[in-house]
Nanobody, 120 residues
Framework: QVQLVESGGGAVQAGGSLRLSCAASGSIFSINAMGWYRQAPGKQRELVAAITSGGSTNYADSVKSRFTISRDNDKNTVYLQMNSLKPEDTAVYYC??????????????WGQGTQVTVSS
């Protein structure tokens, strides 16, 4: 069984910063891509940022130059540093990872979500 546990959400004022963490644990042979998604009330879940096992990254246009995704492969952890936060960044943020537990293929896992609230 694999678990993704997120931490670091909270409430900040516009212009502030937060750092989200997501640690994967359990039966893990390898982790491929990891990423962060978010879902605001009344909206669909959207990709915020993703990072491959080799460190290649991609970002939603709305967060480029403000957010930075990184990962520590030794700790099976992915991070999202969020700077210059805006009220429109308010959402539940979900961690996602493509994890191979030894079956030779990856499966999609999700964290439970962490709330980020940015006030103006």
């Amino acid at each position: 069984q694999v678990q993704l546990v997120e931490s670091g959400g909270g409430a900040v004022q516009a212009g502030g910063s937060l750092r989200l963490s997501c640690a994967a644990s359990g039966s893990i042979f390898s982790i491929n891509a990891m990423g962060w998604y978010r879902q605001a009330p009344g909206k669909q879940r959207e990709l915020v940022a993703a990072i491959t096992s080799g460190g290649s990254t991609n970002y939603a246009d709305s967060v480029k130059s403000r957010f930075t995704i990184s990962r520590d492969n030794d700790k099976n952890t992915v991070y999202l540093q969020m700077n210059s936060l805006k009220p429109e960044d308010t959402a539940v943020y979900y961690c996602n990872a493509d994890i191979d537990s030894g079956a030779g293929r990856g499966y999609d896992y999700w964290g439970q979500g962490t709330q980020v609230t940015v006030s103006s």
